[in-house]
């Protein structure tokens, strides 16, 4: 079964906490740290998860957090990083280190009330731009949250894809007026996209329609792709479309993205 972070790592955190240990096959000092994490955790009485993470095969994950030097290991709990430590420590160090946090959380055998914020908890579980589960928990949360600034600032960003009236009508409510105003265009661009009744006839249409059906299953980097070839081949058609579609996309996604790290270079060069 393929690696997913959410049930993986976040889901396992609000039971019990998750240490994940961030390797690859060449780190020699990974080699080394490893079987310390195995052995505390087979000797924790199942208190704790320890999650290995190869940054070579997880590479937006590792991206994602910024992992620059590695090993690095990070305790996570309730779906948030509690603390974090890198290279190699000795497993009297690694024990003690981590009898002091869950001191810290007073965690016991079993797990206690939540006292964090809730939208904290939950927006660790944003890997992605569109989730449509991260969408109906956010959804949940503001409910009865509805003066939450922050919350209201990111569900916009995924409730465009599979809400367009709601997410632009939304926008306009928002009290950052900065982030309506930046964003109006966009949404109103991909608000047609998302509606429009491409008739499959041209390859043009046909990619447009492939580009769409990946953005709403989440494959953002097939999503790119498709746009940089369309770009590539359709360039002016249909008012410059896919041109308009991969800056909208950066846009909501935003520049520290690690799809729009990835894929904006490639994108800026297709155009010219």
């Known amino acids: 079964m393929a690696f997913d972070f959410k049930i993986d790592v976040v889901d396992k955190s609000f039971k019990k906490p998750v240490l994940i240990d961030f390797w690859a096959e060449w780190c020699g000092p990974c080699k080394i740290l490893g079987p310390i994490l195995e052995s505390l955790e087979a000797n924790s009485n199942g208190k704790w998860i320890l999650v290995k993470i190869n940054t070579e095969e997880e590479e937006q994950i590792a991206s994602y957090f910024r992992i620059q030097s590695i090993p690095h290991c990070k305790l996570i709990y309730e779906g948030k990083i509690v603390d974090e430590f890198t290279g190699v420590q000795t497993k009297e160090t690694i024990e003690k280190w981590i009898s002091e946090k869950f001191k810290l959380l007073e965690i016991e055998d079993e797990v206690e009330e939540k006292k964090e914020d809730d939208f904290d908890q939950l927006l660790i579980l944003q890997n992605k731009i569109p989730d449509l589960h991260f969408y109906n928990s956010l959804l949940s949360y ?57 008739s499959k006839k041209t390859e043009l249409e046909i990619s447009l329609t ?42 909501i996604w935003g520049s520290g993205y690690p799809i729009t790290q990835e894929y904006r270079r490639r994108f800026d060069m297709a155009i010219y």
């Open 142 to 198: 503001l409910e009865t949250n509805p003066e939450n600034d922050q919350a209201q600032n990111t569900i916009i960003k995924h409730e465009i894809f599979y809400n367009p009236d709601q997410a632009i009508s939304r926008l306009k409510s928002l009290k950052d007026q900065k982030i309506s105003a930046f964003l109006s265009e966009d949404f109103a661009l991909m608000n047609e996209f998302l509606k429009a009744n491409y």
């Open 210 to 251: 492939k580009i769409r059906e990946n953005l709403l299953k989440g494959h953002e980097e097939e999503a790119m792709e498709d746009i940089i070839q369309t770009l590539i081949k359709y360039p002016k058609q249909l008012d410059g479309i896919a041109r308009k579609i991969g800056i909208a996309l950066f846009h």
